[in-house]
């Protein structure tokens, strides 16, 4: 039986061979990936939204990996849609062979932007996700089709920007509301925790232009939120439908679908990776 302080010894040493690899200029792996050849395996990578953050795939992540997938899901930094596409983009361009990027929500439009500066990225899935042409902002598309809460349950508050006079504002879920605009197929203990960590996007973010789009020249999947009351139904389906992606619809979804119901979002994830190999 290994003790608790064999388990932290163990813990401690891959951390430090973990920042030794860091310093040595080579990039650390996703989970799972060690153990498979190099080019072999798609590498799916789970790109959170706002009022989240990349626990929100912990379901996902647990099923991919039991099916045997390589799998990393980054912090997204919701500040702005550029910097984040090339953040995000820096993760990919650290990943070996084919890579798999999903989205969820505003997670969507990261990976709209930031997957053609990877040639490894071979397929797009996005989950009640933003899938913007050029030009095209995340708040005008939630806004283009009736249906969604957000406007009724959106506070915001500022935060310095370095080297700027002008504060950023962030957006956030009212709490008192974050269980009926954003998860109501969840239960209200959960969601309650889940209000409390949310992480805020900014809403210069969210307002930002979308780039040349990925899903214009890669094969794209996509989980309609039947019930979702943050990016319309409606709204999904008419991105679904003009970037060619295959979809999935699930009735009664809330925005956070990959949550709800992970076994739908897995499917479309791995029907991805088949198509792909």
Do not use: C
Not at 93 to 120: D, F, K, R, W
Not at 256 to 272: E, T
């Amino acid at each position: 039986m290994v003790s608790e302080s064999q388990s932290r010894r163990r813990v401690l040493g891959s951390l430090v061979a973990a920042g030794g690899a860091l310093a040595l200029g080579t990039a650390a792996t996703p989970a799972s990936a060690a153990s498979a050849p190099s080019g072999t395996r798609a590498t799916v990578v789970l790109v959170h939204g706002v009022f989240a953050d990349a626990s929100g795939w912990n379901e996902v992540s647990a099923r991919l990996l039991k099916a045997g997938h390589d799998v990393i899901a980054p912090a997204n930094p919701l500040r702005d849609l550029a910097q984040d596409a090339q953040y995000i983009s820096s993760v990919v361009a650290t990943l070996p062979g084919p890579v798999i990027m999903v989205g969820h929500s505003y997670g969507g439009e990261v990976i709209t932007n930031s997957a053609l500066a990877n040639p490894n990225v071979k397929a797009l899935v996005y989950v009640a996700a933003f899938a913007p042409d050029q030009g095209e902002t995340a708040l005008e598309l939630a806004g283009r089709f009736p249906g969604s809460q957000l406007p009724g349950a959106l506070l915001t508050r500022a935060y310095p920007v370095p080297g700027s006079s002008e504060p950023g504002i962030d957006g956030y879920i009212d709490p008192a509301k974050f269980h009926d605009a954003f998860a109501q197929d969840l239960p209200r203990s959960l969601t309650r925790v889940m209000a409390v960590a949310q992480r805020p996007g900014s809403v210069g973010g969210l307002g930002a232009p979308s780039g040349a789009p990925a899903w214009k020249s890669l094969p794209s999947w996509y989980v309609v939120a039947g019930a979702d009351r943050v990016i319309p139904p409606a709204a999904q389906r008419f991105m679904a439908e003009r970037a060619g992606s295959r979809v999935v619809e699930v009735k009664g979804a809330s925005h956070v679908v990959m949550m709800s119901h992970p076994d739908a979002v897995v499917r479309q994830i791995r029907a991805a990776h088949r198509a792909i190999r």
